[in-house]
Antibody
Framework: EVQLLESGGGLVQPGGSLRLSCAAS????????MTWVRQAPGKGLEWVSA????????YYADSVKGRFTISRDNTKNTLDLQMNSLRVDDMAVYYC????????????WGQGTLVTVSS | QSALTQPASVSGSPGQSITISCTGT?????????VSWYQQYPGKVPKLLIF???NRPSWVSHRFSGSKSGNTASLTVSGLQAEDEADYYC??????????FGGGTKLTVL
C-alpha cells in the first residue's frame, strides 16, 4: 500500500524558514518523480515543485523559485522541501504527491501539512 | 505560470450528465496529451480521476471520462450522483512549467 506522510509544517514568521519532509513507503521510491502541491485556505491547488526519480532534475513554480529547494534521499525514501524567505502568501496546506509515471499526473497524495506564515 | 481556466461552478440533477471545461493554450493543453483531472471533497486529499487526457485509474468509476479538443480539455460526469458533489481540478503539462492547475470547479448536485 502506497503511503505518503508529510511532516514539518507549523507557524513561522514572515521571512523565516521551514523544512517539510515526506516519508514514502509501499513503492519503489527512486523510480518515480515526486511533487509538492499546495492549497491556500479556501483556494485551489497550486503546483509548487517537482523532482525526477533520480533527483537529477528539479523544477519550481515562478512564485517559489529562488526561495524553495526540493530534494530527495532515495536511500531513506524521503522527499524534502526547504522553504526560505517565507511570505504570507506561502501559507497553505502542502501536499507531497507521487508521480504516476508520466509528466502530468500524481496518483497518490499525502494528507498534507499546514504551513502558517504570520507575525 | 498562468492557471488554466475552469468555470467556477456547474450543477446538475441526479442521473444527468455534466461537463466541466478547462481552457489553456498551445503551450499546455493544446500542445501535449498530458491533461489530468482531480476530485477533492472539502477538507480531503485530491484524488486522481483522469490522466493523459482520457485514461482512468483502476479505482475510478466509468461514469467519469475525459477528452480534449484544441486548447480545451473536458471532464464529463455521466449518471450524476449525490456523491459526485465536490471540487474538480484540471492540470496540464506545460512547456513553461512543467505543470499548471486550473482554478477549480465546484460541482453541485441539485
Amino acid at each position: 500500500e502506497v503511503q505518503l506522510l508529510e511532516s514539518g509544517g507549523g507557524l513561522v514568521q514572515p521571512g523565516g524558514s521551514l523544512r517539510l519532509s515526506c516519508a514514502a513507503s509501499g513503492f519503489t521510491f527512486s523510480s518515480y518523480a515526486m511533487t509538492w502541491v499546495r492549497q491556500a485556505p479556501g483556494k485551489g491547488l497550486e503546483w509548487v515543485s517537482a523532482i525526477t526519480g533520480s533527483g537529477s532534475h528539479t523544477y519550481y513554480a515562478d512564485s517559489v523559485k529562488g526561495r524553495f529547494t526540493i530534494s530527495r534521499d532515495n536511500t531513506k525514501n524521503t522527499l524534502d522541501l526547504q522553504m526560505n524567505s517565507l511570505r504570507v502568501d506561502d501559507m497553505a496546506v502542502y501536499y507531497c504527491a507521487k508521480g504516476k509515471g508520466g509528466p502530468d499526473a500524481s496518483d497518490y497524495w499525502g494528507q498534507g501539512t499546514l504551513v502558517t506564515v504570520s507575525s | 505560470q498562468s492557471a488554466l481556466t475552469q468555470p467556477a461552478s456547474v450543477s446538475g440533477s441526479p442521473g444527468q450528465s455534466i461537463t466541466i471545461s478547462c481552457t489553456g493554450t498551445s503551450s499546455d493543453i493544446g500542445g501535449y496529451n498530458y491533461v489530468s483531472w482531480y476530485q477533492q471533497y472539502p477538507g480531503k486529499v485530491p484524488k486522481l480521476l483522469i490522466f493523459e487526457v482520457s485514461n482512468r485509474p483502476s479505482w475510478v468509476s466509468h461514469r467519469f471520462s475525459g477528452s480534449k479538443s484544441g486548447n480545451t480539455a473536458s471532464l464529463t460526469v455521466s449518471g450524476l450522483q449525490a456523491e459526485d458533489e465536490a471540487d474538480y481540478y484540471c492540470s496540464s503539462y506545460t512547456s513553461r512549467g512543467p505543470l499548471v492547475f486550473g482554478g477549480g470547479t465546484k460541482l453541485t448536485v441539485l
